[in-house]
């Protein structure tokens, strides 16, 4: 018997065919618990090589909480910086 349906995902499971996903969908309700189905092959030795040499992709590959550090201690370095250039400049008025 064939059906009319248009979700690839409800026929693969009608037909016990493997899905592969990129958002894992275990949760309850065929939600997502956050986990990407996105893996890392090859030498790790290369891949670091490689992403030292290009700074947008040193940054994005780091954890949430170094982003974070790093840019909340840009903002306070400059607000150090820039509020002792005009402490200096200005002590005289």
Known sequence: ???CSSNPDLEAQQRDLPQY????????FRQ?????GVRRLGN???A???RSQDQFHS???QSTWKMLFSFSSV???SF???GLIYYWFTAGC
């Open 80 to 82: 150090w910086f820039f």
């Open 32 to 36: 997502s618990y956050g986990r990407f």
């Open 44 to 46: 790790q030795v290369i």
């Open 75 to 77: 903002v306070v370095a």
């Open 21 to 28: 996903r990129i958002m894992d969908r275990a949760a309850p």
């Open 48 to 50: 670091k090589m490689i």
């Open 1 to 3: 018997a064939t059906t």
């Open 59 to 61: 940054a994005v590959h």
